[in-house]
Nanobody, 115 residues
Framework: QVQLVESGGGLVQPGGSLRLSCAAS????????MGWYRQAPGKQRDLVAL???????NYADSVKGRFTISRDNAKSTVYLQMVNLRPEDTAVYYC?????????WGQGTQVTVSS
């Protein structure tokens, strides 16, 4: 069974950095696209960044130039490097594994940007 486990969230001051990780198991990781999404309280879950199985990337306008998505297929892990964090980046961050049959989600990791 597919399992996604996120880690790396926490409390950081504005302008700070964090790196999120999402480790996948129970699947052929390298053939699927992966994504990071976030959901702030009272808001819908929105796309942050995508990375295809061959490494092409796409970002939400609000994070372009600040966030970088990457993947290590040998470790079945996708990363989200976040720099110059802002209070509006505060949210629960979820990783997604995208397959032709269905999407799988992790449990989420909280990122709080506050002074």
């Amino acid at each position: 069974q597919v399992q996604l486990v996120e880690s790396g969230g926490g409390l950081v001051q504005p302008g700070g950095s964090l790196r999120l990780s999402c480790a996948a198991s129970g699947t052929i990781f390298h053939i699927y696209n992966m994504g990071w999404y976030r959901q702030a309280p009272g808001k819908q879950r929105d796309l942050v960044a995508l990375i295809t199985n061959i490494g092409n990337t796409n970002y939400a306008d609000s994070v372009k130039g600040r966030f970088t998505i990457s993947r290590d297929n040998a470790k079945s892990t996708v990363y989200l490097q976040m720099v110059n964090l802002r209070p509006e980046d505060t949210a629960v961050y979820y990783c997604q594994l995208n397959t032709p049959i269905r999407n799988y989600w992790g449990q989420g990791t909280q990122v709080t940007v506050s002074s």
